[in-house]
């Protein structure tokens, strides 16, 4: 199982971005997904998350800002960032907590990184 995720890019102050990230291949559940981040020097902190009854949960520094949802398969999840500031560029790693299948325990997974930069 991967995660796919895809969407960073470089944009200026004010401006917007969304992050997608796709569970590659069916699995027996997916109990949440969500972004994290990770600027120089400092510790990957939550950005957002989504549980499978859409439960989401935010970051105070981006609460009204980036919305997370999932598609009607919950097998993608969109993180539609707006009002970007300079403080917010940073890797965003998709993350995965799911059941491989019926007799797996839940696990963690880890996206690639997708690299966001809010720059003028």
């Known amino acids: 199982v991967q995660l796919q995720a895809s969407g960073g890019g470089l944009v200026q102050p004010g401006g917007s971005l969304r992050l997608s990230c796709a569970v590659s291949?069916?699995?027996?559940?997916?109990?949440?997904m969500g972004w994290y981040r990770q600027a120089p020097e400092n510790e990957r902190e939550l950005v957002a998350t989504?549980?499978?009854?859409?439960?989401?949960n935010y970051a105070d520094s981006v609460k009204g800002r980036f919305p997370i949802s999932r598609d009607n398969s919950g097998n993608t999840v969109y993180l539609q960032m707006s009002s970007l500031k300079p403080e917010d560029t940073a890797v965003y790693f998709c993350?995965?907590?799911?059941?491989?299948?019926?007799?797996?325990?839940?696990?963690?997974?880890w996206g690639q990184g997708t690299l966001v930069t809010v720059s003028s």
């Open positions: 993350n995965a907590e799911l059941q491989r299948h019926r007799f797996a325990v839940r696990d963690t997974y």
């Open positions: 291949r069916r699995v027996f559940r997916i109990h949440s």
């Open positions: 989504i549980t499978s009854s859409e439960r989401a």
